[in-house]
């Protein structure tokens, strides 16, 4: 139960920390390749991995390469779908993994009794969060968005598998490695310029939104189980909002706060459970 708490806990960390990315990378590709973003901020996230790359345990690299291939299409399609879309339809469409982890774990056979309740709740509660009738129909930037929430529900499902088979920070590692390795063809082909970067904004993306929330992620999964991972997830939005009214002075609707408090509602139904 200790290990299933500080999990929680960190889960919780990293969906504040993600809170703060979609206003950071819509902003970013707006001055800079999708591809070049990824594969930077992901180089500078591999340097806070080096003293692990020499020791990594037997049979990491096949997990960890797998993993890597998921982010890499979960972040390439979250950027490009950033420079179609709004920040919270982005935000919105992303969190369909809620449903999709259970999902996908349903038709293997697993048993997932009163997740389906907390994960319909949830996303029901991101679609009040991000609501807008000012913005247009769906778009292109909407099509690639859902890609993301497809391949980051396989990322979650299959992390939770290699998290318990290995310590964390060499998976995390390895992910970070190849997932720098992966993109780098995308870069070359997408061409490199270098005039016009926004570093701040990379190095925010690299440090914080890569280096540590992978790490947040790998380990808080070792005992959290995915589909309730998934739930708590989707106060990812509920930060970002958070941030937006602090920050900027944006306010929150009705509909906002409604969908805000079935959010929290849907993470302490999703804490209830047995974790095992």
């Known amino acids: 139960m200790r290990g299933y708490a500080l999990g929680l806990l960190a889960l919780n960390l990293l969906t504040l920390l993600w809170g703060t990315t979609f206003v950071v990378v819509k902003g970013a590709v707006g001055e800079m390749t999708p591809s070049l973003l990824v594969f930077l901020r992901f180089l500078l996230a591999s340097l806070f991995f080096l003293p692990w790359a020499f020791r990594l345990p037997k049979g990491v690299w ?23 879309t709004s920040a919270s339809r982005s935000a919105f469409i992303t969190a369909l993994n809620v449903v999709l982890v259970p999902l996908i774990l349903g038709l293997v056979g697993r ?7 907390a994960a319909l709740l949830a996303f029901l509660g991101v679609g009040f969060l991000s609501y807008d009738p000012r913005q247009p129909p769906l778009n292109v930037g909407d099509l690639w968005t859902l890609l993301t929430a497809f391949t980051y529900a396989l990322y979650i499902v299959r992390l939770e598998v290699h998290a ?17 390795l992966l993109a780098l063809p995308w870069a070359l082909w997408e061409g490199v310029r270098w005039e016009g970067i926004p570093w701040g904004a990379v190095f925010y993306l690299g440090v914080v939104a890569t280096a540590l929330t992978t790490w947040l ?26 941030f937006a009214f602090a920050v900027l002075g944006e306010r929150l609707g009705f509909l906002g706060g409604l969908g805000a408090f079935l959010v929290v509602l849907a ?3 999703a804490i209830r459970r047995s974790p095992a």
């Open 62 to 84: 096949g997990p960890g390469m797998e993993l890597a291939f998921w982010l890499l299409l979960g972040y390439a399609s979250q950027a490009i779908g950033l420079m179609h």
């Open 111 to 117: 048993r997932l009794g009163g997740v389906w309740l």
């Open 164 to 180: 318990k088979a290995f310590p964390s920070l060499p998976l995390t590692a390895v992910q970070i490695f190849g997932t720098a």
């Open 217 to 242: 992620q790998t380990w808080g999964q070792r005992y959290v189980p995915a589909p309730q991972a998934a739930i708590l997830y989707t106060m990812e939005p509920v930060w970002a909002t958070l």
């Open 267 to 269: 993470t302490f139904q």
